[in-house]
């Protein structure tokens, strides 16, 4: 995607055919040449998303010394930045998956926080029940064996924690 002053007047209305600022003349011709270098050097697939950044952090430079060097300067930070990124969104997943877990959405990380604080309220018996029924798949025999519990009580600490629940979560609706 070569930027044209067309592309840049939809990004700053001041750019102009004749007379913009040097660094955005400077950005007009050195473009491609900072697409490509950033392609061969730092392999990303999106340096023209890098070289729009970098054009919209300098696009209100006016007393620019070396346009060029500046304008390389400034990408080579992005691209290192968001390669910085990249290896640490794959470093946590690694771990999420390392864990058995799965890298969860904002919304889906602030329900399952919800469900954790339920699942805490609980009074410290009913949550043992619970977690062991619900969380590490035991039946209501084995967890009565387990806790040295009747499986009536058991049943009862069930039915109470799951209406503790169920309560809260209507609560929060």
Known sequence: MKPTVRTLRAIDPSASGGGEAPI???FLREAEWLART????FKVQGAEDIVQETYLRLATQTDVQHPRALLLRVAVNIARDQLRRAIVRDRHAAQAIRFGGTLLSPA?????????????????????IFILSRFRGLTYDEIALHSGLSVKTVEWRMSRSLAHCAKLLRDTD
């Open 24 to 26: 955005t003349a400077s």
């Open 38 to 41: 950033l392609r061969q050097r």
């Open 108 to 128: 889906d990380q602030a329900e399952t926080l919800l469900l954790k604080q339920i699942v805490l309220s609980l009074p410290a018996a009913d949550r043992e």
